[in-house]
């Protein structure tokens, strides 16, 4: 399917800093999906939006879908090591096409 | 919690060689897929698989590659005769529909010599 596009491609923060990362669209989706993917690890389903103006949080993380459902932003409060990975954004379907993603580094 | 397992973690295997992967999806998923990541690049999708059959493969997913349900639980990728560059590692994946979100397996590294 056609991507998502998504920026930052890479981002280094202090630890405590907030992170944001945003996923754009052309066309309307019907849901979108975040994932994360840690050095090493394997990708892990994060949440799915499906309401346009849709927010939801889990812990610090915060995430929103856009009122016109073509954008999508992950937000990080007060970052931690923890948080180092790759996130992605996904317009869900048959495949997920894992586009460039938003590498996160975190600095002590 | 309910997760997708894989095994080996870890095959080496030399060119020309036949290897399987398996993976054990979540059991009342229904969608099955295979991913995979080569060292330092993005994952890249290799096969969904639907109802005893395969619903969308990529370009990668060649006649070199098959898939199978052998029974109610396990899920392969089969490499009938492997070359240099499918070193990588393979990610197996499910969901509970089509649109619904997926589940990872923790991946087998896949090393051919």
């Known amino acids: 399917g056609q991507q998502v596009m998504q920026i930052p491609q890479y981002q280094h923060v202090q630890e405590g800093e907030d992170f944001t990362t945003y996923c754009n669209s052309s066309?309307?989706?019907?849901?979108i999906q975040w994932y994360k993917q840690r050095p090493g690890g394997h990708p892990v389903f994060l949440i799915q939006l499906v309401k346009s103006g849709e927010v939801k949080k889990q812990k610090r993380l915060t995430f929103q879908f856009g009122e016109a459902k073509k954008n999508s932003s992950l937000h990080i409060t007060a970052t931690q090591t923890t948080d180092v990975g790759t996130y992605f954004c996904?317009?869900?379907?048959?495949?997920?096409?894992f586009g460039t993603g938003t590498q996160l580094k975190v600095e002590l | 919690e309910p997760e997708v397992t894989q095994t080996p973690s870890h095959q080496v295997t030399q060119m020309g060689q036949e290897v399987i992967l398996r993976c054990v999806p979540i059991?009342?998923?229904?969608?099955f897929y295979w991913y995979r990541q080569i060292l330092g690049q993005k994952v890249e999708f290799l096969v969904s698989?639907?109802?005893?059959?395969?619903?969308?493969k990529s370009e990668i997913f060649d006649d070199q590659f098959s898939v199978e349900r052998p029974d109610g639980s396990n899920f392969t990728l089969k490499i009938r005769s492997t070359k240099l560059e499918d070193s990588a590692m393979y990610f197996c994946a499910s969901g509970r529909g089509r649109s619904y979100e997926q589940y990872f397996g923790p991946g087998t590294r896949l090393t051919v010599t």
């Open positions: 059991s009342n998923h229904l969608y």
């Open positions: 066309t309307t989706l019907s849901n």
């Open positions: 698989f639907y109802n005893n059959e395969i619903s969308e």
């Open positions: 996904d317009r869900g379907g048959n495949k997920l096409t």
